[in-house]
């Protein structure tokens, strides 16, 4: 760590003993409840006080400028997306921004040729507020959109009249607005909601999800079409099929398992298509058929293919592979099937009856689809019916970036591809394979400048995730790149928990399996050092969200093999977390705190309750999302007042408030290079890592 240029004071705080509970026979300890009450005067003047002691380490450090300047070089780009069709004479849509620009703004081309109008522009809004989709309708005259304030959740609906450019008094019900697909004539739109408030009990505000169709114009309330009348934890979703004579209606258990209906506009009669919440599955209507890929039977995927009239009859089209199918997207004719090959991606050109034609080469290794709250979305796009294929691709040097395919030619064009101040040539990507506790081997990348040597003394930024079948694979950002830049090394760990070799590597870490993910994190910590690379104490252990709850736990297991932790947005009380918002879903993930097995395994690894005064813990920032709808924000803070008060031996321990944030960090482009600028300054003050080094 650098010096100091004087002793960190942090504010006192107060300690209920009284607080706690039993659970299965044991008493928790919890005196630290009240500071889940983020609008107390008490907690609020708590934060600030401890924010100011952390911004008086980062925000001080020398460099800083020349960080913020790096930041901003690979965060204000321009940015673009493939066109959208729709209405007459060629009009589309498309997203753009200008590298001045803070927010993407939702853009119109009336016709071939015709010069580009700005439709929606969120720069204009209050900087807390978030423009988090638009969906023109088919005819090209309204844009539904949703509108939220503060983070990239609880959206609002609003209807565009594309002409006037005023805004329908239309306001759907419910809320948490998600999803929008409109009727083929735009007579209304389905969309996804949770109840208005006082419609379901207090605590239940985030449950009992479903779809409901909006009217425009109508006074009538909108109708719900598809839910679950049982079941709260479920989540629902929607997308309109391109021939636009069904709507194809999701109902999720997290990302384990959905259930898939088609709602026939004609009569609006429900056709179940997968009615058992037994596997993923991604359909897609094409002519007569469906298309379903789906891991049923195949925790590596496959593609089937059913007739609309006995749509659960199915046959395999593409069988199960090694790699991990992901998504499949039928484009011009052909099916464009992505695959997770090793955490990075493939595509495969199949023909319509599944026949193997050609692999279409990426740029580099990369990915091409991208996690969203509607699971894995698809990086390819296009229409069945059409000649035009798009391609979305990324990597850890590369920005994101379109690219045009041409199935006649081979050939992949760029569309737009960002200068960020990155030269991806002078970098390389490995991956290396290393034994996890139990001798699984476990896949992790590493980025680095070419010709690094492995004298031990590299500075390396460690990222785990491990959790929801999610993949952790292949990802630009600015604070990568500047970290690269900075002559730090990337180090990105496939363990356990993820969706990288499919479902059986997810289940692998699910309930009382969760330790594996923790072991081959630490494992994965412990090979950078074996292998040269670096030192404990020139390691930072880094994760967000699920990935915030593993690093805090291999940090509470094994301090000795980190020499600093940034924890972002994480769960850290394991026996209270099903009591935030839509985080009792997470059961099935984590396990229940109300199952006596499953409890005892919770408490034994839950980060809030294994601080040990023994031991001396590294350096570690949490950081607080304060509107985040998705983890709960109190508990970076619970977590620092404990380990303050009860593991001086190490640390210090910094609390880091994200203010008009949500889970995904601030509403503008501002905010998050100001963000990432902490981040890096907490990674440079810890390691003791120079940003006048920055080029």
Not at 57 to 68: C, K
Not at 475 to 501: D, Q
Request: glycine share 8%; aromatic share 10%.
């Amino acid at each position: 760590m650098k010096p100091l240029n004087r002793p960190l004071e942090f504010p006192p705080t107060r300690r209920d003993p009284e607080s706690g509970y039993t659970l299965h026979g044991r008493r928790f300890d919890d005196p630290y409840t009240w500071l889940e009450r983020l609008d107390s005067e008490e907690t609020q003047a708590w934060i600030s006080a401890q924010e100011a002691v952390t911004h008086g380490v980062l925000r001080t450090m020398p460099g800083r400028d020349e960080l913020r300047a790096a930041v901003a070089r690979s965060t204000r780009h321009a940015r673009r997306s493939p066109p959208i069709p729709a209405g007459p004479n060629g009009r589309e849509f498309l997203w753009q921004a200008d590298a001045s620009d803070d927010k993407l703004k939702l853009m119109l081309r009336r016709g071939k040729g015709a010069p580009l109008e700005t439709l929606l522009d969120p720069n204009t809004w209050a900087s807390n507020e978030a423009l988090v989709f638009a969906v023109p309708s088919p005819d090209g005259a309204r844009v539904a959109f949703g509108k939220s304030v503060g983070s990239t959740h609880a959206a609002v609906i609003h209807v565009l009249d594309v002409e006037t450019g005023k805004l329908l008094p239309d306001r759907p019900r419910g809320t948490m607005h998600t999803s929008v697909a409109w009727r083929p004539d735009a007579s209304g739109f389905f969309y996804a909601a949770c109840p208005e408030p006082g419609e379901v009990p207090p605590g239940d505000e985030a449950h009992w999800n479903a779809i409901y169709e909006h009217r425009l114009g109508s006074g009538a309330p909108a109708r719900r079409v598809f839910g679950d009348d049982r079941d709260k934890e479920y989540w629902c979703s929607v997308k309109m099929s391109e021939c636009r004579r069904f709507a194809v209606l999701y109902k999720w258990d997290y990302v384990h398992a959905n259930v898939v209906s088609l709602l026939r506009l004609a009569d609006d009669a429900l056709v179940p298509v997968a009615p058992d919440m037994r596997s993923l599955n991604q359909v897609q209507v094409i002519d007569d058929s469906l298309l379903v890929q789906t891991d049923l039977d195949a925790p590596r995927g496959r593609l089937c293919i059913a007739p609309l009239s006995a749509p659960t009859q199915w046959r395999t089209l593409i069988p199960e592979s090694e790699d991990t199918l992901q998504t499949v997207t039928g484009v011009g004719g052909r099916l464009y099937a992505v695959y997770s090959h090793a955490a990075s991606h493939r595509v495969r050109i199949h023909a319509e009856d599944g026949t193997w034609l050609r692999d279409l080469a990426l740029p580099a290794l990369g990915s091409v689809n991208r996690n969203e709250g509607e699971g894995i979305v698809s990086g390819i796009s296009g229409a069945w019916s059409g000649d035009e294929v798009w391609v979305s691709f990324m990597s850890y040097v590369q920005p994101p970036s379109v690219y045009r395919y041409d199935y006649a030619t081979d050939r992949l064009s760029p569309y737009h591809v960002p200068d960020v101040g990155l030269d991806a040539s002078e970098y390389v990507t490995d991956q290396v394979w290393y034994e996890s506790l139990d001798g699984t081997r476990v896949s992790m990348f590493i980025v680095h400048r070419k010709g690094v040597p492995r004298d031990g003394r590299q500075a390396v930024r460690l990222n785990g995730y491990g959790g929801f079948n999610i993949a952790l694979e292949p990802r630009f950002s600015a604070l990568h790149a500047t970290w690269l830049k900075l002559g730090g090394v990337l180090a990105f760990a496939n363990v356990r928990g993820g969706g990288e070799y499919g479902r059986a590597w997810h289940e692998a870490a699910c309930k009382t399996r969760r330790q594996n993910a923790f072991d081959d994190y630490i494992a994965a910590a412990r090979w950078l050092v074996s292998a040269g690379y670096t030192t404990p104490s020139r390691l930072v252990s880094r994760g967000n969200s699920n990935g915030g709850l593993l690093v805090a736990v291999a940090a509470m297991q094994a301090p000795e093999a980190f020499g600093a932790v940034y924890c972002r947005a994480p769960t850290l009380d394991m026996l209270r977390f099903p009591t935030f918002g839509h985080m009792s879903s997470a059961v099935i993930e984590y396990g229940s705190p109300d199952d006596p097995v499953e409890g005892a395994y919770l408490a034994g690894y839950s980060p809030y309750h294994n601080v040990r005064a023994d031991r001396r813990y590294p350096v570690m920032t949490f950081v607080s999302a304060l509107n985040d709808r998705i983890a709960p924000p109190h508990d970076p803070l619970k977590m620092v007042a404990r380990l303050q008060a009860e593991a001086t031996q190490g640390g210090p321990y910094f609390l880091l408030p994200l203010r008009d944030s949500g889970h995904g960090g601030g509403t503008t482009l501002t905010a998050l290079i100001e963000q990432d600028v902490d981040e890096l300054s907490f990674y440079c003050w810890a390691l003791d890592v120079s940003p006048l080094t920055t080029p």
